[in-house]
């Protein structure tokens, strides 16, 4: 797909409504004459182009998708009749359940669905060889890089196992099923509540942690707490502590955080929201002058995209979305009323259609395309754009013609035809496992038509009640069943009888055999894939690098094969192509294995020597684990390898000349380190003596120290006992005086 690169557009009011005298000036100036006439033109050729598509797509496909979804949930067909089966065959939803797994196997088969290879420089414009490699090496670096950053949007930013589920889903089911991608630069908006702050702690969230957020709400209340504080050293010398009565103000506030998101939005757009003009055939070339996404937006969500708020408040709500679309009502299972479609106040929903129109805006001859935002006759947003941002996948493509066919499709009839075949057996079998009976006079009629198990019927001869015999005509049935089954096969491709077959049921036929059979099994989903493949999906992965080389001009880490790498794709070069790399089943996965244990032992073989050493290196070895990897089913390598460090280029091989004098260079530092290996074991040898001498003077001291310790631990003990002998010798001389009648330390002192 041809992208054009986005153009500045002209200055445009971002609500437009037609003029009315209280908005005029008194004297308008030409300018402003002729734009209006502009912008009255532009709104009468969007309004035209979508009566248009909504007619053709009322009059050729909402009805027929309505038909589809009531298949796909087995849905009464309105032909039923009272008292007789009422069953409904699943043969619509069976063979799209049952193709999903296979089609998600093989866009999950590969390590990225898609690749971008570089367009290789004309080395015969290139100054040199060198600059030639140089540039070569660059781009490929860039287009490795664009896989794997690619890959890691889609898959990592955008969920993209379900998107592609559902981006499947909707083209097997309705024909045609459709993404919308572009770049989001939207702010993101969250609130937080923090209750009780203290006022240091309501200083330090608002000033400190958060600064650049809002505080829309604030609450101020004051809490009595009781504290203790000292207030002095009592009597007993404690201190004395006493409780006090205090006012603590604490702050509720409420946060709001603001976060502008820069990155790629890919969204699933619904069958009955999507537009395109009458005579398109592709979304990608010039027959399609009107494409138009159209959804139920609340005007609240209006408000936070920066519209006017006085012209979104006069916007009528409603539309033709919800009232008159039958296919939307039978997503939703309601035949009466749209879900969503009773809101009032600011979730008031109105139809809000996003269009992309090939249009000369300004006059010079060249239709170019434009972003219109037109709601109720209103254009919200007028702007040159440089590409259509939807993506779309068809099963069955009709040349010529944008909606093809579906699975849906192509099986609804069987399943009609299968379901009148299963009413009329199994009528059948109620009629032969509880037949109808004919009673004769005497026999109580209401007794016969209200029988129950083990009732009774009243009547004067049992030979008046006799049961009409119905023959069992089912079984004639069951080959046509069958051959209903083998049409569904023939059709879809889809069949159990794969999935069914053991091991043991495959070794009584060859290889060849087996080969065969499971080719052919997969034969028609695997050119489904490949329709998918090389339509929607390479044209999904082409424009998502356009729009990041345009708009992502900063550098964002992200992890990628282990390790976190800085992307930056305003840098990359454009020269890239798009290649799919989807895995059509097990076998290819297989096939891929053995081919890259292949490649890795021819590598080993080559690094370990011989003819083309150095053509492989740690990094070349690391790659092809890479990609072998994800094969046995261990997506990531890190456990098990790490990245391998940048060996250093070593010398050039020296000269037999140089080769000898390094080699009497060596003998002379054999020598030299012989000698010099002796002189380290003498002085080793002298060291560990005088460790040793050192150790038992320092063993000898420690000895002396702890002698002269205990000796004066004696010493100190002497003074001790005799100390306490002296004052023995005192209390018993106090204890005689006190005996004696005399004051203590006034009486005499005997003589011992």
Known sequence: MAYEKKRKSKAMPDSYRAPTTRNRTDEPTKVDDSENDKMRKLKAAISSEINSSIGYTQDEIVQKRKELMDAYYGEPYGDEVQNRSQMVDRTVMDTIEQAMPSLMRIFSGAQYLVEFKPIMPDPDLSPSMEAYLKESKSRTEQAEQATEYCNYVFYQDNDGFVLTHDWIKDALMMKTGVVKMWWDETEEVRFETYTDLTEDELVDITENKFPDADVVEKSTRTEKETVQQQTGIGMDGLPVIEDFEVKIKLTTIKMRFKKKRNAIKIAGVPAEEFLISRQATSLYDSTTTFVAHRTLTPKSDLLKEGY???????????????????SRRARF????????????????????????????YDGDGIAEIRRVVYVGEVILKNEEFGYIPFYDLCPIRIPHKFHGLGYADITEDLQRLKTALWRQMLDNLYGTNSPEIAIGPGVNVDDALNRTPRGVIRTDDVNQIRPIEIPFSAAASYPMLDYVDRQRKERTGITADAASLSPDEFKRVTATGVSEFMSMARSRPELTARVFAETGIRRLFVGMLELLREHQDFNRVVELRGGYVPINPSLWSADMFAKTSIGLGHGSEEEKRNNLMGVLSLQKEIEGGGEGQGMVTGENIYNTLVRMMPLSGLPDITPFFNY???????????????????????????KFAAELKLETEKAAKKLE??????????DNDIRKIDADAAAREREMNLKHEQRMAELEKEAALELVAIRQGHPSGQGQIPNE
């Open 308 to 326: 006017d708020p006085d012209v979104v408040k006069r916007l009528p709500g409603g539309g033709r979305i919800s009232n008159t679309d039958d």
């Open 689 to 698: 003596l005088e460790t040793a001498i050192a150790q038992v003077k320092a």
């Open 644 to 670: 391998p460090e940048p060996k250093e280029e070593g010398p050039p091989r020296p000269s037999p000349e140089e080769q000898e004098m390094m080699g009497k260079l060596k003998l002379e530092e054999q």
């Open 333 to 360: 299972n309601d035949e009466k009323q749209d879900p969503q479609s009773n809101r009032d106040g600011p979730n008031a929903e109105v139809e809000v259609y996003e269009c992309y129109i090939r249009y000369d």
